[in-house]
Every structure is written in structure tokens, then in C-alpha cells.
T-cell receptor
Framework: GNSVTQMEGPVTLSEEAFLTINCTYT??????LFWYVQYPGEGLQLLLK?????DKGSNKGFEATYRKETTSFHLEKGSVQVSDSAVYFC???????????FGTGTRLKVLA | DAGVIQSPRHEVTEMGQEVTLRCKPI?????LFWYRQTMMRGLELLIY????????DSGMPEDRFSAKMPNASFSTLKIQPSEPRDSAVYFC???????????FGPGTRLLVL
């Protein structure tokens, strides 16, 4: 079946550090891939997405590249800020379906 | 633009009581989703509506849970009777049919004592 595996958190970084949150997936067909972010006390917000292999999604300095050969969609940011502290969810959606498969989420804490 | 609206934001109730959670999707969105988030199980899809019709309720935990969507701008999730293990954050999300991006509301934090 389809699944998403994220690195365990929490991840604690100093401000301006480089961020990588790993995400790998298992899916039949050609899924679309997403990163959602959840700030404290809020709902999930779409951060970025990619719909086909080698696509790069980007937003707010975050990037992720859809790697079919490694079935990965790792989230990166070159210089994190305290305001990036949140929980990040990797998710997939298979073509023609409405269902998201979410990862377990990775909590990021950025210290000033 | 108004996002997905949920009410109440917080609910504390006692075991055995009825709980009703409410959701107003984004105008023009005809797909609506109810999710439950817990530490143990993460995010789980409870039910999916399309054009006000329940399409997939396989995630509804048991008969104590029910959901309705009487019109395109309103949905409810009801738990009767509530139990402590129902304590969780319940999210509503909406999307346009055919679009993969879902837009989440702020959630209702439910505590059943």
C-alpha cells in the first residue's frame, strides 16, 4: 500500500542553520507530493508541492525536489528563522484520488 | 478570502455527552474532509464529502461518530456518546473537485473528561 516515512523529530537548530527534513514514499503509479506546515495552534497549510518526477516545489525559502529514482521528497531550507518553528508534514496523493497519505510529522524548533 | 471556518475552537465535555463540531468550507469548494489528529495515530481521514454527498466514510471509527453536510456551506461532525479516547484535534478541510490541494481549518481541540 501507499505510505510516507518522515524522519523522527524533534529537530532543533540555531537560527540561520541549514535544514533538511527527510521524506520517502511508497506508492503505486505517479503520486503528487506535498509538504504541509502546522504552526502552533493552527491548521495545516500547504507549503509546497510537486506533481511529477524532477519537479521542484518552492515557497518561503523552502525547497523540495521530487526524486522518483530514490522515492524521496526531502525538504530543505538554507537559513532557518525562529518563525519557521512548526511541525512539517510530508504527504502524497495518488492520481485521480482525493486521499492524502500523511507522514507522522517532524517538529522543528529554531533557537535564536 | 475567508478560509475554512471551524467552531468551536475548543471543547471540553464529560464522557457520555453529545459533541457537535461545525465546519464552513471555502466558498466554491465542493469537496470536504474531516480529519482527526492524535499523538498516537497522527492525521486520520474520517470522512470525505463531494457535492454534499458522503463518498468515503471508512475512516469513521464507530457508530458513535456521524457526519452530515446539509448544504455546500456547512458540515457537522457529531460524537454521541463521547468517550475520553475521542480527545483529539479535529480538522475540516476543503478543496475543489479535481484539485489535489486541500485547505485546512484551524481545528477543534476536543477534550472528553
Amino acid at each position: 500500500g501507499n505510505s510516507v516515512t518522515q524522519m523522527e523529530g524533534p529537530v532543533t537548530l540555531s537560527e540561520e542553520a541549514f535544514l533538511t527534513i527527510n521524506c520517502t514514499y511508497t506508492a503505486t503509479g505517479y503520486p503528487s507530493l506535498f509538504w504541509y506546515v502546522q504552526y502552533p495552534g493552527e491548521g495545516l497549510q500547504l507549503l509546497l508541492k510537486a506533481t511529477k518526477a524532477d519537479d521542484k516545489g518552492s515557497n518561503k525559502g523552502f525547497e523540495a525536489t521530487y526524486r522518483k529514482e530514490t522515492t524521496s521528497f526531502h525538504l530543505e531550507k538554507g537559513s532557518v528563522q525562529v518563525s519557521d518553528s512548526a511541525v512539517y508534514f510530508c504527504a502524497l496523493s495518488t492520481s485521480g484520488t482525493y486521499k492524502y497519505i500523511f507522514g507522522t510529522g517532524t517538529r522543528l524548533k529554531v533557537l535564536a | 478570502d475567508a478560509g475554512v471556518i471551524q467552531s468551536p475552537r475548543h471543547e471540553v465535555t464529560e464522557m457520555g455527552q453529545e459533541v457537535t463540531l461545525r465546519c464552513k468550507p471555502i466558498s466554491g469548494h465542493n469537496s470536504l474532509f474531516w480529519y482527526r489528529q492524535t499523538m498516537m495515530r497522527g492525521l486520520e481521514l474520517l470522512i470525505y464529502f463531494n457535492n454534499n454527498v458522503p463518498i468515503d466514510d471508512s475512516g469513521m471509527p464507530e457508530d458513535r461518530f456521524s457526519a452530515k453536510m446539509p448544504n455546500a456551506s456547512f458540515s457537522t461532525l457529531k460524537i454521541q456518546p463521547s468517550e475520553p479516547r475521542d480527545s483529539a484535534v479535529y480538522f475540516c478541510a476543503s478543496s475543489r473537485t479535481g484539485e489535489e490541494t486541500q485547505y485546512f481549518g484551524p481545528g477543534t481541540r476536543l477534550l472528553v473528561l
